[in-house]
């Protein structure tokens, strides 16, 4: 396939399985409209790229669902000028889409093959703005720290104690998927000072999250 036919596929995308599906944030829909998912894809699965499925990475990770990507995305409520950090970098696709979106994203991968291979990915296209990382994702990245937005992309027993003291006092944002093995609940927890809101989103399925305020690998 040549470049306008990956980006008819990519309008149909956002059209289809976004836009139609409630997703109203002109920002978002526009960030997902220009990252080229099938980069971030195995050549195997490229085909598949962008249908309305998370498709299979190495070492048991997983790009998600577009329309889930654009749900939590939109859930952060991201201004230009915030920085954001990642858990769970996987292939990067993630990482692009907030790049489009914010000033700084710090990005945090517990597999040093995806990392490098993430960083690798985001640098070519252009992605200047994202730092990778290899480490515990459950624990953050606290020289970075605070963060405006925190985008966890696996499943959480609860939200990841390190990952709240890490967010911005003054209306930092946490996403994250919590719940079991096998099902998890989007929850979106707003710190104001000490104070923590949440609230619950939508149903999914992630990839666990494995870490010291995770699950044991």
Do not use: K
């Amino acid at each position: 396939m040549n470049e306008a036919d990956w980006e008819s596929d990519r309008e149909r995308m956002v059209r289809s399985q976004l836009r139609s599906r409630g997703i109203r944030d002109s920002r978002v829909l526009g960030a997902m409209s220009r990252v080229p998912r099938h980069r971030f894809v195995p050549p195997e699965r490229r085909h598949r790229a962008y249908t309305d499925h998370a498709l299979t990475l190495s070492h048991g990770q997983t790009i998600s669902q577009p329309y889930m990507v654009a749900v939590m995305t939109e859930a952060l409520g991201l201004r230009r000028d915030e920085r954001a950090l990642e858990v769970g970098t996987g292939s990067g696709y993630q990482s692009a889409v907030l790049a489009e979106l914010c000033a700084e994203v710090w990005t945090v991968e517990r597999v040093p093959e995806l990392a490098e291979e993430a960083a690798l990915l985001l640098a070519d296209l252009g992605y200047g703005n994202v730092e990778v990382r290899v480490g515990d994702g459950s624990l953050g990245w606290p020289e970075a720290a605070p963060f405006d937005a925190i985008l966890v992309t696996a499943g959480a027993p609860a939200p990841p104690p390190s990952l709240l003291d890490q967010l911005n006092p003054d209306g930092g944002r946490l996403v994250v998927p919590v719940g079991g093995h096998d099902l998890q609940n989007v929850l979106r927890v707003t710190r104001s000072g000490t104070e923590f809101t949440t609230d619950e989103m939508t149903a999914c399925r992630f990839v666990p999250l494995l870490g010291a305020e995770g699950w044991s690998p």
